[in-house]
Structure formats: C-alpha cells, structure tokens
C-alpha cells in the first residue's frame, strides 16, 4: 500500500468513515506498517463487524495471519485478537 493511502486511511479512521475503510481495504494489499495503522486506529466495538463487513475484516485478518512474524507490536497484537474475538463473536 503506498503512502498516500495510508494517510486517507488514517483520515477515514478518525472520521469512522466506514464505508472508505472498508473500501480501503478490499481494494489494497496491508503491509505491515498499514496493519499497524489500521489496528491503532480503528474502534475495537461489538459492532465493528457490521460497520465493516465479514469480507473486509476477514481480509485484514488473513493478512495479519500471513505478517505475523513480521508483525513486532505488542500492542498491536493484543488489538487483534480483540478483533478476531469480536469478528467470531467471543467479545
């Protein structure tokens, strides 16, 4: 993902403009550093799920799956398996 749509998806986040994140993320592939942004940016709700979609937060979670190893942010990792808890409805 380039860095001009990192900063739009930075903006949709502080905006919970959902319908952009979503379309962010269906049409671009995360690296880890948009991984990173999009886990400390986005509202860890019950409803998140209905905001987003099952097909976009799938994504963002196949590919955290695949950058794990590569993925070094305590943190960051601890917001997602939050969401993988609130995408299989365990939160």
Do not use: C
């Amino acid at each position: 993902m380039n860095w001009e749509t990192k900063v739009e998806l930075v903006k949709h986040l502080n905006n919970d403009n959902y319908e952009d994140i979503k379309a962010i993320i269906l049409n671009n592939t995360f690296d880890v550093q948009a991984l990173d942004m999009f886990i400390s940016g986005i509202e860890l709700m019950p409803d998140l799920v209905d905001k987003l979609g099952i097909e976009a937060l799938d994504k963002v979670l196949d590919r955290f799956d695949e950058l794990n190893g590569q993925f070094d942010n305590f943190r960051g990792e601890i917001r997602f398996e939050i969401l993988r808890s609130l995408f299989r409805g365990e939160a």
